[in-house]
């Protein structure tokens, strides 16, 4: 655990204090974010760009799905402003 950044150890300090399904959560988004850090960190920008083409022409319906609500968030931001 001494190689654990900040975000992750506050998150698992977090998970503790709570209950079971509190810790399994935290603990759960702590893995997935310790993941994407990782991913984030070991691919250039032209690579993650590939992969989120290849899930794209994987997943057309819900890449629409995320794509649609994504722009209603930031619809609703922008108007808010």
Do not use: C, W
């Amino acid at each position: 655990m001494a190689d654990m950044n900040p975000l992750e150890q506050s998150l698992r300090n977090a998970a503790d204090e709570g209950g079971q399904k509190v810790q399994q959560f935290a603990n759960a988004a702590v893995e997935r974010l310790s993941t994407t850090a990782d991913y984030v960190r070991s691919h250039d920008g032209k690579r993650m760009l590939a992969d989120v083409e290849r899930v794209v022409k994987n997943n057309p319906g819900p890449a629409l799905a995320v794509a649609a609500a994504l722009g209603f968030v930031i619809g609703r931001t922008l108007t808010r402003g």
